[in-house]
Antibody
Framework: EVQLVESGGGLVQPGGSLRLSCAAS????????MSWVRQAPGKGLEWVSA????????YYADSVKGRFTISRDNSKNTLYLQMNSLRAEDTAVYYC????????????????????WGQGTLVTVSS | QSALTQPASVSGSPGQSITISCTGT?????????VSWYQQHPGKAPKLMIY???KRPSGVSNRFSGSKSGNTASLTISGLQAEDEADYYC???????????FGTGTKVTVL
């Protein structure tokens, strides 16, 4: 059974830093790209960042580029999001999400969607 | 990259069909047949309902279907049931820089 468990959220002052973690299990972690998606209180979903299965390619939304860093440790089956220079508008529930992929002849073909999500971790940026 | 545009709310009676639109641009929805749809109940994580515009993951009811025309994608829920009451979000691949853009979200109410 696929499980994604986020941790590391909490209250932080504007300008501060926080590192989120997402522990994955139930699938071959290194074979799949992973993303972070956030949802501000009472608002919609916003894609934040993605990383390839190997970790060699990373992608960011314009709203977090230069402030957030996504990384992964495939030996620990863990995804990270380092968040620096935090602003009030970064307040949200942060979800990690597994990219949906179809395996054909042992190769994972991305389907450009997210088939499993964690339960989310709340980040509150406030003084 | 701006969020895709969805109606704020859609409602229908049990058994009816409803359609949720998702309007983007030629840089996202219009360029790729890579729109996905997610259902989110209050306090829960989103659930994948449709991928690649019209494909259903295993376990998703065939009452859910997706389509696309030009820069607009659509999700249709037929035979509306009480448990379909939730928020629905579309999401499109938007190229190798921005990667993904979500819709503004639609609240579906079953009357």
């Amino acid at each position: 059974e696929v499980q994604l468990v986020e941790s590391g959220g909490g209250l932080v002052q504007p300008g501060g830093s926080l590192r989120l973690s997402c522990a994955a299990s139930g699938f071959t972690f290194s074979s799949y790209a992973m993303s972070w998606v956030r949802q501000a209180p009472g608002k919609g979903l916003e894609w934040v960042s993605a990383i390839s299965g190997s970790g060699g390619s990373t992608y960011y939304a314009d709203s977090v580029k230069g402030r957030f860093t996504i990384s992964r440790d495939n030996s620990k089956n863990t995804l990270y999001l380092q968040m620096n220079s935090l602003r009030a508008e970064d307040t949200a529930v942060y979800y990690c999400a597994k990219d949906f992929g179809v395996t054909i002849f042992g190769v994972v073909i991305p389907q450009y969607s997210f088939d499993y999500w964690g339960q989310g971790t709340l980040v509150t940026v406030s003084s | 990259q701006s969020a895709l545009t969805q109606p704020a709310s859609v409602s229908g009676s049990p058994g009816q069909s409803i359609t949720i639109s998702c309007t983007g641009t030629s840089s996202d929805v219009g360029s790729y047949n890579l729109v996905s749809w997610y259902q989110q109940h209050p306090g829960k994580a989103p659930k994948l309902m449709i991928y690649e515009g019209s494909k259903r993951p295993s376990g998703v009811s065939n009452r859910f279907s997706g389509s696309k025309s030009g820069n607009t994608a659509s999700l249709t829920i037929s035979g509306l049931q009480a448990e379909d009451e939730a928020d629905y979000y579309c999401c499109s691949y938007a190229g190798s820089s921005t990667l993904y853009v979500f819709g503004t979200g639609t609240k579906v109410t079953v009357l």
